[in-house]
């Protein structure tokens, strides 16, 4: 069995010692005056919904104040890091959202920095990942897929929004060794998040897309795609007719996190701050609203916690990584 969970947790951040600028937390009104949110990756992708997700609930709950949002592709998510960490002294004010990447490419070097090279701020969500296909697909399920790639392994494309080696990818290689084929034969196309690798989707230059199960919920609710298969061990509220990976006879379930960091440097109180707006979100009905219309599962975790768990999640993407050699 291939299972790759990270587990959920929900730690709330101890701030009441530091003094914060903003209004106490006890009168539930705003914690944080703005927040401007850094995306590593093109509009359309799990980066972009979850930071405006975030900054909706946020601004909405009236934690935050105002919350602009600025999309910055490249490098695999490396330019909006390098960034960050080059411009530290002005982007105290900036929080950049990323995930289970980020220790991919650290691991495949594909940029140079680290999560040790920022300030954690709080992991906040998870999502499970799905096989989708479009809607006038002759594939209607996990069993035609593999049909489909035993048939003719070079011609089933799969894609995804993210680089080769990278988080779909990986999830694609997982999914396809658990049904007992090739992981390494799977054709992968990548596409500069998954906005536009849902575009080649639709256009029928891949047969199939590997992405965050949050991305696929809309269009498959508008009849635009169909989910043959999620990672979850079970179906998921959002999309009740998709199938798990696991009912249909391959025993993988994965799923990933999403999360806040900030510039190296950031000074204590601002990061209490940040954390408290955040840790008081998840009790808002605002964030209730944005979380259930995305299928995301809570996931919480602030300063060393963030630190210890990612750590983990470095040592289990590395060993399994070397398995399926990409490594």
């Excluded at 701050?273 to 964030?287: N, R, S």
Aim: hydrophobic fraction near 45%; charge should be negative; proline fraction near 4%.
């Amino acid at each position: 069995m291939t299972t790759f969970t990270l587990g959920r947790r929900a730690l709330i951040a101890a701030v009441a010692a530091i003094g914060l600028t903003g209004p106490a937390l006890a009168d539930g009104h705003q914690v944080v005056d703005s927040i401007h949110f850094l995306i590593p990756g093109g509009a359309g992708g799990g980066w972009d919904g979850t930071a405006r997700g975030t900054g909706e609930a946020l601004t909405n709950a009236g934690l935050v104040g105002t919350a602009s949002y600025e999309n910055m592709s490249g490098g695999g998510g490396g330019k909006a890091i390098g960034y960050l960490i080059e411009n530290a002294d002005s982007n105290h004010g900036t929080l950049m959202v990323n995930s289970t990447p980020i220790v991919i490419r650290s691991l495949t070097g594909v940029f140079p920095h680290n999560f040790r090279d920022l300030t954690l701020v709080s992991g906040t969500i998870g999502d499970y990942a799905a096989i989708v296909v479009g809607k006038d697909s002759p594939i209607n399920s996990m069993d035609d897929l593999l049909a489909a790639f035993d048939a003719d392994p070079g011609g089933t494309a799969i894609g995804g929004g993210s680089v080769p080696g990278g988080m779909d990818h990986l999830v694609a290689a997982m999914v396809m060794e658990a049904a007992g084929k090739d992981a390494l034969g799977v054709k992968y196309i990548p596409y500069d998040a998954g906005g536009k690798a849902m575009a080649a989707l639709l256009s029928g230059e891949i047969a199939a897309l590997s992405t965050g199960f949050s991305e696929a919920v809309d269009l498959a609710n508008a009849g635009e795609v169909k989910i043959i298969g999620v990672t979850s061990e079970e179906r998921v509220d959002a999309a009740p007719d998709a199938m798990t990976m696991k009912e249909q006879g391959i025993d993988t379930t994965f799923v990933n996190w999403r999360g806040f960091f900030a510039a190296p440097g950031l000074p204590e109180d601002k990061l209490a701050a940040y954390q408290a707006a955040i840790a008081k979100m998840y009790d808002t009905p605002e964030w209730e609203e944005v979380r259930a219309r995305n299928g995301w599962v809570n996931i919480h975790n602030s300063g060393d916690d963030f630190q210890s768990f990612l750590e983990q999640q470095e040592q289990q993407i590395g060993d399994l990584m070397k398995k399926l050699g990409f490594l």
